[in-house]
């Protein structure tokens, strides 16, 4: 974030033509390196071209939360464009403006961010002037008074009078979220001290007054101390009453929502339970509209059996044979008794061998239905095992990118090794060189050996460079090693960043790599100059031209041998980074399989819920269904009884009856006399 900060920084000062500065820039650059939400410039001298654009910079930022511009310097015009930039901003919570000599602008601007910005919770405002104007200073009070986010307010050593005083406690009469201020050593006075008194006895907010250093008598202190200790009493017993009414809140939303299921669950026993009426009282009002016919049935048996009686007693003379009908009647009733008895048995046995034929179908769908969950456990198993094969493949292949990570960093210490072999020989080359040359240069002029030094002096500069070009391979070295890691750790969000920086690497050691050649050219022209000058001079300077010449190769060599190493380490890296490329797409692509699996997984383990579900429903419901099924055969059954019953009585009490009449004519009693 501080990078991407940095970036805009630098374009809106190409936009506006407007030189960046290179104190931000180093503070900007020291930030990029510790992930923080703070923007620290404290201490920075901040020209007005530097304020219009970090303004613009601010204007925009969702990142920094914390903003420290103390003892920046600023200047009027750089504080009213620079806090203009705040009026928008939305992330800001901290602003530290400490020493930076604010008056009236400052103060007008101030109040226009007070009044304007939502986010802002602590202001640091020390060693200013905003006291100094009073005009200013109500605009910025008028600020204060709109603002309903602010909690802190730091105005120590600004000039603030009594008049300020008044303006600050008629502020703080509209504020009601200004939680902390401190006004030490200003000149408030005896008036400014009681104004805020009478201020804070209508201000439930303040917990924290500081007043140190302001000329004002103990007892108005003592007097603010205790409206400030009230408040905080006050502030704390509001926040447990807070805390008390949240728990107690949250106890009766669980009672009530505990209450609505009990009272759901006694409506659904209510429901069934007249369900379970209204199905017992229709089987029962059938039974009755049963009952209720066979009795009409045999109140007509019984009618037309006294009609009968009737006519044997008017024809007396056909007793024998209504006699004889009526054992007929006897037989023909005892038969159709039988033959309804064997019909309700069949009926009976019927109603059980369907009974037993429903048990079965019950028990196959539950014997599938206990097959089907066996399969989708074994499903499940499977689903796991697989699961747990990927993550060894996953751990197999971090452990093949360790093992990749430890060859390359044995490749590049071997690499490391050799340079520094290869190192050792020029320089011991170039020494022995050196010591020849100087035995022999020392029967030349002053000019060959003043050619001589500055030849050697070229070389010590040419190893200076080599050795910083050594430091800056082992720098980017430990941060390619660094952003490895890191890259490890976050994949997304650092590739496109460790590719900058790379390429900036990369192109600065091309510049420098450049610029040494250049150096390299100058100093093989200057030493050709310098050997055709002393060829000129002495014919003894030809065999050390000879020599400075294979020296030149010798160099020219080494040159070649870098450069090419160098060629095989940027490729050597190239590799890797597209192995590590290969493998991390390879390792998305396993992860989103292994998410599709979770997903199917969870798919088949709702599937399973749904499934239990229902079984467990379609059980409920066949054991219900047995259930009613048993009572309804027992009441048949106790129905059947209770008609044999009533038929025996019936039929004991016909044959009764007809004795009696039998014993009872007057046929009776002739035949009886006859014998």
Known sequence: MMEDFRRTYLRLCKEGGVEAQDSVLAQLQKGRTVQSSRLDLSGQSLSADTCSVLARALQKDTFFTEVLLSDCMLSEEGAKILLTGLLTNTTVQFLDLKGNNLRSTGAEVLGKVLACNKTLRRLILEWNALGSWEEAFSLFCDGLASNNMLTQLDLRNNQINHHGASELA?????????????????????????????????????????????????????????????????????????????????????????????????METIDRQREEMGRSSRSTSIQI????????????????????????????????????????????????????????????????????????????EIQNLMGNNGQLRNKVEELERRCKSQQQQIFELKQELTNSTAELKMRLAQAEDRLETEKRRSKQALEDMDSLHQKEMEHVSRQSEETKRALQDRIFKLEGQRIQLEEELSKTKAACVTERAQAEEELGRVKAQVRMEEQEHVSSLEEKLRSIRSSLQETQLHCSQQKQSICELQAKNSQQSIETDGLRRRIEELQQELSGKDQEKVVEVSRVKVELQQQITHLQAERTAQEGLKAKISALEREMKVLSINHREALLDKESDISSMLEKLRLKEAEIQRIREDEAHRASYLQSAILTYVQGSPFGHHSSSKK
Do not use: Y
């Not at 408040?231 to 509001?238: A, E, F, G, I, K």
């Not at 106890?251 to 609505?260: A, P, S, V």
């Not at 037989?331 to 061998?353: D, G, T």
């Open 289 to 364: 509209c049963q009952l209720q016919e066979a009795l009409n049935e045999r109140k007509s048996a019984v009618n037309s059996l006294a009609a009968k009686l009737q006519m044997t007693e008017a024809a007396i003379a056909l007793s024998e044979q209504k006699n004889q009908s009526m054992g007929e009647l006897l037989s023909r009733v005892r038969a159709e008794n039988e033959e309804q008895k064997e019909q309700q048995s069949r009926l009976r046995k019927k109603e059980e061998e369907d009974c037993a034929l429903r048990e079965e179908k019950l028990i196959r």
């Open 170 to 266: 008629r502020a703080l009469r509209c504020n009601s979220t200004l939680e902390e201020l401190d006004l030490r050593w200003n000149n408030i006075g005896l008036l400014g001290g009681r104004s805020l008194l009478e201020a804070l006895r209508k201000n439930w907010s303040i917990v924290q007054l500081e007043m140190a250093g302001n000329n004002t008598p103990s007892d108005v202190l003592k007097a603010l101390e205790q409206i400030t200790g009230h408040n905080s009493d006050r502030q704390s017993t509001l926040r447990e009453n807070c805390s008390r009414t949240q728990v107690l809140s949250r106890e009766i939303q669980m009672l009530k929502e505990e209450k609505g299921r009990q009272f759901l669950g006694l």
